[in-house]
């Protein structure tokens, strides 16, 4: 059965139950309608290159991706199951080595068949962002 | 110092060296003149859906990205360090649980300061892709 | 009524009753199953940069958009009104002043409710592509 | 010689410059730091679908990539000219016929060799966009 977090210990719990989320050890923050923020912490797992400690922008780009979908069952209108259909992502600057990443969403548009949502990811250096995201979902 | 693999053994190595596809198990299967071609085992890891032990859509693109950066590393004009700087990818179908995942990349263009390649990912039904992208990455 | 032109003659017809297009002159040059290529002159009302005379890049996206969607059109599997839903377009080189630009689109997937569809745009200098797109269409 | 136009009477100027530009009847309407709103009215020249009267997604792109031009060049930090080097575009529903699009873009990043910017495009339902985009351009 289809069932849609409805509370922050509810959305943990579902990401929790995502093998590779949790293996990333992503983390739910803020669940709101039509926003999820989510986080990852700094993880020798995650890093792209080992000479700079940098974590790989695919570890960036699951979690927004994820981050993305969670914003997308927090919409209003949403009841359905959802895949992603396609993101776009920029990166705009490495993250720094040694901090958790974190990814804010918004799930701005839904039409019968298809959500859009944007996020942004950054460190702890939130002014300066390290990517962001341009997806859509299909429902059902 | 910035080396470019030159030869399989090399890029297996090279990909090795970095946590984040090690931890994957991704593994380069053939590298040619702006080319790759790179796998990934399926995996308790990255199942992102454990109703169906469908792989995360995250791996897969992972996968695609870090392919992508050996195409481009791959091309004859190329011998710079480079970045992702974006990719868009589209997710065609769920990729069959059980089966492993490739992706093969082309670097086909490459301008002073950006490279432009393209990627199909699929399992072991080749003919009905899982996944494609196109991405950019900034040369130096 | 909803008609899929089924030849060249009949693309071309087509095209020439949407106003835009017929604004760009827009000519289908060839339709095949899946794949159409179509070509827009040099155009004074298409150039973008008068000091150069190098064609605007929205002239190139809106022929690459274009063509993608009778691609779609052409594919055996679509039989109902579709829309674009979205589209990434590379742009890789200014075209040549004074030269026509031609698009090839193939739709390379079809699923319930999307089609996926990717297009190169050259000038004269076709062994360098001026931009790529990859983009998806709604079915129905 | 290379010139940022400075206000809103330059901007203007500027883009009627621009022969595709004008003859979509492109109008700046406001420019601030790194944010530009621009409109086209509404024209049987870029109409798409005659049946229906809906304006061509292309001329709602080429609109949304000239906004987001000119908001990278209203950054502070740009000086130098420019080029759209990718833009994805969502499409979120068909513009109402007989109404105006407005495009708004921010420029929310500038690297020393890419400027990232994104743009949403409304008609005079300005509370459901008609399309966003997300793009990149090369700097010098």
Do not use: W
């Not at 400690?53 to 570890?59: L, W």
């Amino acid at each position: 059965m289809f069932e849609i977090p409805k509370n922050l210990p509810d959305a943990n719990e579902f990401i929790q139950r995502l093998p590779f989320s949790k293996a990333l050890n992503m983390r739910v923050d803020e669940l709101a309608e039509s926003r999820a923020i989510m986080s990852v912490p700094y993880d020798l797992l995650i890093i792209g290159n080992p000479a700079t400690g940098v974590i790989h922008g695919g570890a960036v780009t699951a979690l927004m991706d994820t981050c993305c979908g969670l914003a997308v069952l927090a919409h209003p209108d949403v009841n359905t199951p959802m895949a992603t259909l396609n993101l776009k992502v920029d990166y705009m600057r490495p993250a720094n080595p040694g901090q958790s990443i974190t990814a804010e969403a918004e799930c701005y548009n839904v039409t019968r068949s298809v959500a859009f949502v944007r996020a942004t990811a950054y460190d702890e250096d939130k002014a300066r962002p390290v990517a962001t995201t341009h997806a859509t979902f299909t429902l059902n």
